[in-house]
């Protein structure tokens, strides 16, 4: 498709419980990034993917998150035990980038993780 | 540490008032600025990319320029349906493309 497309808008879990968002980057585009959004404006990068090998891990909470792009499905970013922090918005991006995964990103319309 | 700070946090005007909004960064290697509009509920939409001092951009009432320290994002005769928040963000080299973002500054405009 022409947007990037994110499933569910909503999520609501309680603490403990898996959560698990799906994307749907541009057709064409080769990075996939995901980024977190916590209160206002504060975006937090968490892992990028080049196709489906993963291109930059740095930002993942790697104990209970974990993300990936398989061929021909939609990328997913599952958070095992949910915990209350975790509550944010999260965002998919996709970018037809050249080299080494530089240049704009497309975001989607989000996914809001509510954990109570 | 990277750091990317945007200013100011709040900006009111009445249509037809143009200003400008600054984003202030400290970056090593950059390999480009970003700038990006997003309207509550929604992601950002990205509106330019800018590579190296001294280049500008625009698009419609939006122009935006690039020093070697800071962006602006210039706002001519804004309308009310210019009032969003505006994120400035910037991707460092051998870096993976991660982009690292600024605070926003919240934009409202009154007709």
């Known amino acids: 498709g022409e947007e990037v497309a994110q499933t569910p808008k909503h999520l609501v879990r309680g603490e403990g419980q898996k959560a698990k968002l799906y994307c749907a980057p541009i057709?064409?585009?080769?990075?996939v990034f995901w980024y977190q959004q916590v209160l206002k404006n504060e975006f937090k990068f968490l892992i990028s993917?080049?196709?489906?090998?993963?291109?930059?891990e740095t930002g993942m909470p790697k104990e209970r998150f974990s993300a990936k792009c398989l061929p021909n499905s939609p990328c997913s970013l599952e958070i095992q035990a949910t915990k209350l922090e975790d509550s944010a918005v999260y965002f998919c991006?996709?970018?037809?980038?050249?080299?080494?995964?530089?240049?704009?990103?497309?975001f989607g319309p989000g996914t809001r993780l509510t954990v109570t | 540490e990277d750091q990317v700070t945007q200013s100011p946090e709040a900006l009111r005007l009445q249509e037809g008032e143009s200003s400008s909004l600054n984003c202030s960064y400290t970056?090593?290697?950059?390999?480009?600025l970003f700038w990006y509009r997003q309207d509550p509920g929604k992601g950002p939409e990205f509106l330019f990319t800018?590579?190296?001092a001294g280049e500008e951009k625009e698009k419609e009432r939006l122009k935006a320029t690039l020093t070697k320290k800071e962006s602006f994002l210039h706002i001519t005769a804004p309308k009310p349906e210019d009032s969003a928040t505006y994120l400035c963000?910037?991707?460092?080299?051998?870096?993976?493309?991660?982009?690292?973002f600024g605070q926003g500054t919240e934009l409202s405009v009154k007709p």
């Open positions: 991006a996709s970018s037809p980038m050249g080299s080494r995964g530089h240049g704009e990103q497309y």
């Open positions: 057709k064409g585009h080769s990075y």
């Open positions: 993917f080049q196709n489906e090998n993963v291109f930059d």
């Open positions: 970056v090593s290697g950059l390999r480009g």
């Open positions: 800018l590579y190296s």
């Open positions: 963000a910037v991707q460092r080299g051998n870096q993976g493309g991660k982009l690292i």
